[in-house]
């Protein structure tokens, strides 16, 4: 009898298991899928708040990264200049 119970316990936890598998898998394409409209411009999303401070975040990057990149090419710049003066 005990076999019985535990058999049918194991069953429900299985088909429990299956069942929430199920919709995180489809939540998850689903998710995907919205994703990949979006980024293939089918999808149009309101700009919030959150979507404009990250767009001035990746400028402020943009411009760090260029700023290092000028510097750079300005210090390798002098240095040639100074060795060609050797």
């Known amino acids: 009898?005990?076999?019985l119970y535990a058999?049918?316990?194991?069953?429900?936890?299985?088909?429990i298991s299956i069942w929430v598998l199920y919709y995180v898998i489809r939540a998850a394409v689903r998710a995907g899928i919205i994703?990949?409209?979006r980024e293939m411009g089918k999808i149009k999303m309101p700009v919030t708040k959150d979507d404009?401070?990250?767009e001035q975040r990746e400028a402020l990057q943009e411009e760090r990264v260029r700023a290092?990149?000028?510097?750079?090419?300005?210090k390798?710049?002098?240095?040639?200049?100074k060795e060609q003066g050797k």
């Open 76 to 81: 390798q710049a002098a240095k040639a200049a």
């Open 35 to 37: 994703d990949a409209e």
């Open 68 to 74: 290092i990149v000028a510097d750079e090419q300005r």
């Open 7 to 15: 058999s049918l316990f194991t069953i429900i936890i299985v088909a």
């Open 1 to 3: 009898m005990t076999g």
């Open 52 to 54: 404009k401070l990250q």
